[in-house]
């Protein structure tokens, strides 16, 4: 399923808003910005909303979970550990913290978590 640049800026307002009151924010990034449109994915990168220095600690990721499930009727499709897993199967010895979550109609969104 094809993400355009206007969809994919209209998902990360959507995240953006649903995030906003559990300490987050969220930014598009990958091919949907580069090249105007994806058939694979949208890639969204999220990250506290305050500074470290003013942070007495760091929002938390459940609440993130929460907020896409629930405000967004997202659908958590492959875990951090999952897609680490599916890294190393590749020989890749990638450590980011990436979630793939799918929409309420099945489009991919790959959830880089930044903290």
């Not at 995240?15 to 890639?43: F, K, M, P, T, Y």
């Not at 590749?90 to 109609?105: F, I, M, P, S």
Request: with cysteine; net charge positive; charged share 25%.
């Amino acid at each position: 399923m094809t993400w355009t640049l206007d969809q994919g800026i209209e998902m990360v307002r959507q995240i953006e808003r649903a995030l906003a009151s559990c300490g987050w924010h969220a930014a598009l990034g990958g091919g949907v910005l580069h090249r105007g449109q994806s058939d694979h994915d949208l890639d969204v990168i999220v990250f506290p909303r305050q500074r470290i220095a003013e942070t007495v600690r760091q929002p938390h990721i459940g609440l993130l979970r929460t907020a896409l499930r629930h405000d967004l009727d997202m659908t958590l499709f492959a875990t951090v550990d999952r897609v680490q897993k599916h890294w190393r199967s590749k020989g890749l010895g990638d450590l980011k913290h990436v979630e793939v979550w799918k929409t309420a109609d099945g489009k991919r969104v790959d959830l880089l978590v930044l903290s």
